[in-house]
């Protein structure tokens, strides 16, 4: 009796002929690019250096498509949107020592946002490893303990005979829910060394599923089934697993009110007659999902930005759905459920009673009248007209990559992102220079349709050598920067605290000359013109770069 598994198990003729006689010239490289085929991956990100020129190398043997940046950084920050916008892992090539030290402010980022980033990094020889002090260029006593602290997991090879095992543990680790960036570093002399291995050909690297426990499940059920006044709170963690349908689903099935997080723009309808969009920053906001009976936090850890600056305190119940153990009731007690969304959702609607509260919709229309005054009292004319100029020149599927800037912290709370998964920002870990190379990884996970980046002049100045990269790969982003001569943000922050700005004004470039210098077509605008010069660049071909000079100002906080 023959059974399926026999078979997927038994080689081919040719297959057994491949791996008795593997190609002449391969080497530890190889075994990388190999592997990260086997996996699935068609495009790698990174930056060379002399330690790592044997996976480098081997990239040229190989079908994957590689996207070199400037930085390392740069690299890890679009290797992170590639991450995000496709959902898989995506590799990230680097080299010993400072090569793979600058990549730790976007391997951050990656892990505050859990996107999937494989970053691979070479090492000093073998011998070199253990803590002596060799001598070796880009030499460091330990290099992995700088990434320990980041990443999910750190794999560490030290024969070529490993590689293949060490990636796909790493690839498992970086797909299993909560995603998140992870480590692997090879020694310079493993992957130079020529290999008799056989090809890799599939690897099976499965992500493990985060399947909630149905007595809790059972219990979140009841609870939302019996509630007077139940609200949801859905953050990023539904959009990366896809549950946003399930999400509106299980709204609707009992009325609650949602409102998304800044990490989960698009999880919900932005003009749902149940949404509360996204004013976390509000204390109107806050004063209403504290006076829910049940609240339901999806994919949140409920952290600074999520919390009104830890000014929330929940009056009801409440659950917590999670996939990073870590976060569960790290901030607020109550029934944590260990889960994926998608799962968790799954469950919850399949046990859940129908709820009906005609009320709910009035009392959301209440919150956002009450938001839109507190805002229309401030006189933030300018700045409303610009966010609304963004949303109108860009298409509802195109993604968008925001800075950590004035107009980006508005579209946290104001700009409606229309699809889930489309717009994105450094709130994770808060750093400048994420928005233009991370609409890059964007573009070359998809290059149909334009990606549009957002930047403050401060943070356009770390990530300015990537219009290099932009136009020599012809991607098609559009990157608005909002020039205000200075670090906007830290400008208003310290005049407010202390009655006048320190270290914040900055002598800046001419962007348009500088951009027309890289070959990049740029345009300066205004308010008044914004909308119409947004479009025209998102809609010709490959990379175009949007001046607007303007200083604007963030809307009063109620945290204070």
Request: aromatic share 6%; hydrophobic share 45%.
């Amino acid at each position: 009796m023959t059974h399926d598994h026999d078979l997927v198990l038994r080689p081919t003729v040719a297959q057994t002929e491949a791996a008795l006689n593997p190609p002449k010239g391969r080497n530890g490289g190889d075994l990388v690019v190999e592997t990260l085929q086997g996996l699935g991956a068609t495009t790698v990100f990174g930056l060379p250096g002399q330690h790592a020129l044997g996976m480098f190398d081997a990239l040229r043997r190989s079908a994957l498509t590689y996207v070199g940046l400037r930085v390392e950084n740069n690299a890890g920050f679009a290797a992170d949107a590639y991450g995000r916008v496709t959902g898989e892992a995506a590799p990230l090539l680097l080299s010993t020592g400072p090569g793979a030290l600058m990549s730790l402010a976007a391997l951050q980022e990656a892990a505050a946002a859990s996107a999937p980033v494989l970053a691979i990094g070479s090492q000093v020889p073998a011998a070199g490893l253990g803590g002596g002090r060799h001598g070796y260029l880009h030499e460091l006593r330990d290099q992995q303990a700088s990434f320990r602290d980041i990443v999910k997991s750190v794999h560490t090879v030290r024969k070529a005979s490993q590689i293949p095992s060490a990636i796909a543990a790493a690839w498992q680790s970086a797909l299993t829910a909560p995603h998140g960036p992870v480590w692997v570093e090879i020694p310079q002399d493993v992957l130079l060394a020529e290999t008799a291995l056989p090809v890799v050909t599939a690897m099976d690297a499965t992500p493990e599923d985060v399947v909630p426990r149905p007595e809790l499940t059972d219990v979140a059920a009841h609870l939302l089934s019996t509630a007077e006044r139940p609200v949801i709170i859905a953050g990023g963690g539904v959009v990366r697993s896809d549950a946003s349908g399930k999400l509106r689903a299980l709204a609707e099935k009992i009325d609650a009110p949602v409102v998304t997080t800044f990490g989960g723009k698009g999880a919900f309808p932005w003009e749902h007659p149940l949404s509360l969009q996204s004013w976390l920053e509000d204390r109107h906001t806050t004063n209403f999902l504290e006076s829910a009976d049940v609240l339901l936090v999806v994919g949140s850890g409920l952290g600074e930005l999520s919390s009104n600056y830890y000014t929330f305190a929940p009056r009801g119940c409440v659950i917590q759905i999670e996939a990073d153990l870590g976060k569960l009731e790290s901030n607020h007690a109550g029934l944590g459920i260990h889960a994926d969304a998608r799962l968790a959702l799954s469950a919850l609607l399949e046990t859940v009673e129908d709820r009906r509260d005609p009320s709910a919709a009035d009392a959301v229309r209440e919150v956002l009248a009450a938001v839109r005054a507190r805002i229309d009292s401030q006189e933030l004319t300018l700045e409303q007209q610009v966010l609304a100029s963004v949303r109108e020149a860009l298409p509802d599927d195109s993604p968008s990559f925001w800075d950590m800037t004035i107009l980006a912290y508005w579209a946290w709370s104001a700009f409606d992102a229309r699809r889930p998964n489309t717009m994105h920002s450094a709130q994770g870990a808060g750093g400048l220079g994420y928005g233009f190379p991370a609409a890059l990884g964007a573009a070359a996970a998809d290059r149909t349709r334009p990606v549009l980046a957002v930047s403050g002049d401060g943070g356009a100045m770390y990530s300015i050598a990537e219009l290099a990269t932009a136009r020599q790969y012809d991607l098609p982003v559009t990157w608005l920067i909002v020039d205000d001569g200075g670090y906007g943000i830290l400008r208003e922050y310290m005049t407010d605290a202390f009655g006048e700005a320190t270290a914040t004004e900055l002598a800046c470039p001419d962007f348009v000359a500088l951009a027309e210098s890289f070959g990049v077509p740029a345009t300066r605008t205004s308010p008044e013109t914004l909308s119409e010069d947004l479009a025209k660049a998102l809609a010709q071909p490959g990379p175009s770069v949007v001046v607007l000079p303007a200083l604007l100002r963030m809307f009063a906080p109620t945290h204070l």
